[in-house]
């Protein structure tokens, strides 16, 4: 994400089956991950100031959630809690500062933002990750915090850096209580996803230093050096979460977005040929390790650089990242909060982020991007968003599938109809009986073809829509009047395994 402050620049598809892969933007993948950071975090995308109504909040998250489906976009990274506040009802922690506009008050009775973006974002068939920061507590020297918030009420939980309050990530207290937070909402929402970005210990600030000399003098757990140490306590909460939500939830997928370098060269044999800041050594981050021990679903590095980029080039490090997944999958985090900045020339270049998903395609082990964030879509970046509706992202994709976690194909939907109405094609169904892992269905893909079109599953441009929800009937009110049309439905289950299809059923309008 964007460093504090908040504007300032940084210092700076599971592998697709084979019918599925593709590497040109003409035929785009049938899967791929296409996700969008909303953060909320001072109002950077929504709401787009606090004290808003409810109507105007769902209004404004309405507007931004087709916005992304029109480009093509299947996640949504909502960050659901900025420092240590909450943007969902069923919390332990105070409403967030940035709904209302004083921390601690809740919106109108009977509205759960969270519960709300879940319910859009799967009609529209995105996924929504639930995105949290672990360890940050307050944004500025001078916050107003609520007397339930953790900084008043274990205040020996915190060290200041650069004014700002986070969670000391060396007492196990503290990776106790954040592991429970965020279960809270593994367990309360139909999150599809548990994301965290690259906040872990503090960025360096000149003349600033950890104060956490008295944790790691309590708790070393033998380690000599407090580098490694702090090391080891990140890798504890990564480790502890990963078990955590998937002994909850086994479909619920974990996933880190971690600074774009985890080691130069110089500094490791085994890190990239670059010469940027290094998450292993500066942010206490060891990211390779967390994908190479499985502890992380995906693995979503921020690399906001060009092509052109001397210390860290785009390609340089996608390539090295697609070197080191170690069979999870890999989504790309995007800058499209760059293009057009004046700082690189590289970023006037129209074709920059286009180029950078082609390149992306060209890979088989790399499943798609990630793009901060969700307002640069309707600013700065509205031509990459044309770029995306109308050649990259032009047909739907389907998110890549997780076989680690689950690779039990659902049963095809039953009794699939169709009848011609006034309003449009009329199709039915019945959800499919349950498959040996005891699901049924959790959104469904609808396929329509021309009259004399090859019938199949494979070509994403016969999409019709996608829902992640149990509907059981759809109005195709596109289809033209005097026109034949055959339709295919097929089941997905939560991890978006793909049923086979049943029909085809023909119907002239």
Known sequence: MLKTGIYGLLLCLIIPSASFAQNTSKIAPKREFRGVWVATVSNIDWPSKPGLSVDQQK????????RHKANGMNAIMLQVRPAADSFYAKSREPWSQWLMGKQGVAPAPGYDPLEFAIKEAHYRGMELHAWFNPYRATMSANAITHPNHMTKQRPEWFFTYAGK??????????RDYIVQVILDV???YDVDGIHFDDYFYPYKVEGQRINDAATFNKYSDGFADINDWRRNNVNLLIKKLDDSIHFYKSYVKFGVSPFGIWRNKSEDTLGSATNGLSNYAELFADSRKWVQEGWVDYINPQIYFSFSRRVAPFGTLVDWWSNNTFGRHLYIGQAAYLVNQRSEAAWSIPSQIPDQVRYIRNNNRVQGSVYFSSKSFSTIARA????LKNDLYKYPALPPQMPWLDDVVPNAPQQFSAEAMADGVHLKWIKPIKASDGETASGYVLYRFEEGEGIGILNPKNILRISFEEFTSYIDTNAEIGKRYNYLITALDRLKNESEPSGPVGIQR
């Open 59 to 66: 209004q404004e998250l309405i507007g931004l959630l087709e």
């Open 186 to 188: 593994v367990k309360g």
């Open 165 to 174: 309050k986070q969670f000391d990530p060396g007492i196990p207290e503290v």
């Open 384 to 387: 990459v968003g044309d770029s």
